[in-house]
């Protein structure tokens, strides 16, 4: 496995701490899934080029370690922000208005859901329950829950993450 230099011709501390990983499982059956969560730990997110060392590396199809990436909800193929914020979409959630609460959020953010912002400081998700259904409609950032939302809470609450 090649490894990146950055601009100051130091090595990519995370290549080096991917093929740790690759090696340690290298012969391990069942290893993808271990290798992938561990990877993400790393990266925050699993790119394209980190996809194709761990093929390699445990020798198996670049398109079977797309198909579990994409397949297992936990794994993710954009990065991160410092603030997730999930949004309850499910039933109770939607019918209270979460969809108009997404709505604000992308206007507020620009991004849409699956994306992050460029300065790394949010990404959106939708997800399908978040097991808080008396307090719909709801989101989480990061721990912190809120519920009862209207879309004119957004802004307070985007507002107290942007100024952490």
């Known amino acids: 496995m090649s490894t990146t230099k950055c601009c100051c011709g130091q090595v990519d501390e995370r290549e080096l701490k991917l093929q ?3 090696d ?4 391990t059956k069942g290893a993808l899934i271990p290798v992938l969560h561990e990877a993400q730990e790393v990266y925050g997110y699993l790119p394209l080029s980190v996809q194709k060392k761990i093929s390699e590396g445990l020798d198996i199809p670049l398109s ?6 994409t397949f297992y909800t936990q794994f993710s193929l ?3 922000g410092k603030y997730k914020i999930q949004l309850c979409m499910g039933t109770a959630c939607y019918v209270k208005g979460s969809n108009l609460i997404l709505e604000k959020l992308k206007e507020m953010l620009g991004i849409d859901v699956g994306e992050c912002t460029e300065d790394g400081k ?3 998700e939708a997800c399908r329950c978040i097991g808080a259904c008396g307090l719909a409609p709801v989101m989480m950032i990061n721990d912190d829950v809120y519920g009862k939302l209207v879309p004119d809470d957004i802004k307070g609450i985007i507002e107290k993450y942007k100024n952490m």
């Open 20 to 22: 740790e990983i690759i």
């Open 122 to 124: 949010f990404s959106l």
């Open 64 to 69: 079977e370690v797309y198909g579990v990436i």
């Open 24 to 27: 340690k499982y290298k012969n």
């Open 78 to 80: 954009n990065p991160k």
